[in-house]
């Protein structure tokens, strides 16, 4: 649904929230070198302030319980890894969410290059939950979930 492997994001599944932001990571060989590395082992979902069960290298298939901490409350997101791309010029993953997350939907991480600019891009889609109390909770979520993005963009830099 994300599409990590795709330069240009074809339209998307209609009834999910559809997001998409880049930023600009660095520049250099050195720069791209070592975020190539690092989006492959968790670290825009840890260096987030998340806590994810396997932070070794992602593998597509792979199930990950990756936790959050907020105001004193845990939150446990199952996840699958979907895809995975190691292109020259272009390197990440997509997860889809499982049941008891708080969100439905996916989303991908991926780091690619033009010239000498290494960018980081977070493509994400999601709708409520089908279970309470996090379908309930959905507009307080998506909230977060932009705040957490803006967190995503600066983890890798």
Known sequence: MTNPDLPAWPPSRRGYRRSEVTALVGTGEPV???????????????ESGFAVGSPGPVSKGERV????????????????????????DRVGFAYRTLPGHPVSGEEAFIVHRHGDQ???????????ASQQPWRALFPILQVAQRIVRQRYLRALR
């Open 32 to 46: 791209w070198e070592r975020v190539a590395d690092e989006v492959l082992r968790w670290r825009v979902k840890t």
């Open 65 to 88: 319980i990756v936790t959050a901490h907020c105001l004193g409350v845990t939150v446990v997101e199952p996840v699958e890894v979907v895809a995975v791309v190691r292109e020259p």
């Open 118 to 128: 290494v960018h980081l891009t977070v493509r994400s889609l999601t709708r409520a």
